[in-house]
């Protein structure tokens, strides 16, 4: 499967950005998939998670009421939405996909698309 991200921008503390997330192939479905994000200097991290069916949802503690991630199948589709950020939002963002029904870790996900970047000025 092949991940297009895109939606990152500058914005302004407390304001607000949706990224999405384009996948090609037929078994998008068949994916739990994950927003991960990555600053300077610094490892890549679990934003948001969600399940192959779209039920299940996981959020890093530093996103949780902020963030929202979701998934609409029959457009091979993931989201993020992103709420009252802040500047210890700004990173590089990743969407990716991996085999299992869902997946929080780095190296447990199997596709990767390239990053958007979101920058959030105080």
């Known amino acids: 499967v092949l991940l297009q991200a895109y939606g990152g921008g500058l914005v302004l503390a407390g304001g607000f950005l949706r990224l999405s997330c384009a996948a090609t192939g037929r078994t998008f479905s068949s994916y739990g998939m994950g927003w991960f994000r990555q600053a300077p200097g610094k490892e890549r991290d679990l934003v948001a998670a969600?399940?192959?069916?779209?039920?299940?949802?996981y959020y890093a503690d530093s996103v949780k009421d902020r963030f929202t991630i979701s998934r609409d199948n029959t457009k091979k589709t993931v989201a993020l939405q992103m709420d009252s950020l802040k500047p210890e939002d700004t990173a590089v963002y990743y969407c990716?996909?991996?085999?299992?029904?869902?997946?929080?870790?780095?190296?447990?996900?199997?596709?990767w698309g390239k990053g958007t970047q979101v920058t959030v000025s105080s």
């Open positions: 990716a996909a991996s085999a299992a029904i869902i997946e929080t870790s780095v190296s447990g996900m199997n596709y």
């Open positions: 969600i399940s192959r069916s779209g039920v299940s949802t």
